[in-house]
């Protein structure tokens, strides 16, 4: 059957197929009933003629620019708005069960945008990646070796420029990305300190990612205050992940010339009316460069980051911490829990274990 499905020349066995589905768009914080897991079904080949593939999904992942594609937007994002009655599709560790695609073989491991289900057909597979070192983890192509790594190195080394003995600030520093932006930052040799949410998640910062310093945000009513205490002399670079109040404190205590990659906002995401920023005359003050960006602008230079992260990991200079939830019936209130700080480390989900 194998041969036949991947010359796409045979109708294929049909199988259940369960999925995550957004009921409806949502307002404000989002709730697990805002999405739905229902029963179709998945055929294990390709039409006739496609070049397309069929996947079984073994991981995928739950990440917070999610919660902007579940509200209708009138002015588009960077990514579409997700459809109420259709999957969620996010990132994803797959399988290829079937392909019609000379360049994808069944049996391939592959990491891309896939559905929140059980088996998806692709009909344009040419944005997956080939997992090249599947001696590691394969979950962490969701996280440290897929686009969270990717966010996280690019946006330190490309956008930030970081140099040695510079001070660093990581927001959200214990989640997918902040944990390994500190690592890499300190790699450089910089002097690095992150925030989080919780005494567990700061205590990971500093026992298992090598933070210098780290602090819970929650304990601390001035964080202007407290940014003083921790960068006397200012701060060089802001790897800015939750906007807000920490942003505006962070304004406040660049140093000249300083550099902010802004990843995301995640304290804004649930906001109906999102917070204004007020100490943004201090760009001009300080000479601040803040610089927006996304995964998807480096995926061309995807296979060097793989080799660089493989070997960091390999080495030992490099710690990745996972929050893995087993079936996709737990998927909703995994996303859910990343927007109140409930997970420890890179959230995902296993569809599959092989």
């Excluded at 737990?330 to 409930?342: N, T």
Aim: proline letters at 5%; glycine letters at 10%.
């Amino acid at each position: 059957m194998a041969a036949a499905a991947a010359a796409g020349t045979t109708e294929g066995q049909e199988v259940p197929n369960r999925r995550v589905v957004l009921k409806r768009y949502v307002t404000g914080f989002p709730a697990e009933e805002d999405m739905e897991v229902v029963t179709g079904a998945a055929r294990l080949a390709v039409p006739a003629g496609s070049a397309g593939v069929v996947l079984k999904n073994l991981y995928v992942s739950c990440d917070p620019y999610m919660r902007n594609r579940m509200t209708k937007h009138d002015q588009p994002s960077y990514v579409p708005d997700f459809v109420p009655g259709e999957v969620l599709v996010n990132f994803g560790v797959s399988r290829v069960v079937a392909s019609g695609h000379p360049d994808f073989k069944v049996g391939d491991l592959v990491w891309g945008i896939t559905g929140w289900e059980e088996y998806t057909f692709i009909p344009n597979p040419e944005s997956f990646f080939k997992i090249n070192h599947p001696e590691m983890p394969l979950s962490y192509y969701t996280g440290v070796l897929g686009m969270p790594g990717i966010t996280a190195y690019f946006g330190l080394f490309d956008v930030a420029k970081p140099k040695k003995g510079e001070y660093v600030f990581v927001s959200a520093a214990s989640g997918a990305v902040g944990q390994i932006v500190g690592q890499l930052a300190k790699l450089t040799g910089c002097y690095v300190v992150g925030s989080a949410g919780s005494d567990e998640k700061v205590n990971l910062l500093k026992t298992k990612f090598g933070y210098d310093e780290a602090f819970n945000y929650k304990k601390e009513p001035d964080l202007n205050a407290t940014l003083k205490r921790y960068f006397p002399e200012g701060i060089d670079i802001y790897f800015e992940n939750v906007g807000g109040a920490t942003l505006d404190a962070v304004l406040l205590n660049m140093r000249l010339h300083g550099r902010i990659p802004v990843c995301g906002m995640i304290s804004q995401y649930n906001l109906e009316r999102p917070e204004g920023v007020r100490n943004l005359f201090w760009v001009v003050a300080k000479r601040v460069r803040m610089e927006g960006f996304v995964s998807f602008d480096y995926f061309g230079e995807y296979r060097r980051f793989e080799e660089d992260m493989v070997g960091y990991l390999k080495e030992g200079k490099l710690n990745y911490v996972e929050d893995v939830v087993d079936g996709l019936e737990k998927a909703p209130a995994a996303l859910i829990g990343l927007f109140s700080g409930r997970n420890v480390g890179k959230q995902l989900v296993a569809v599959a274990r092989e």
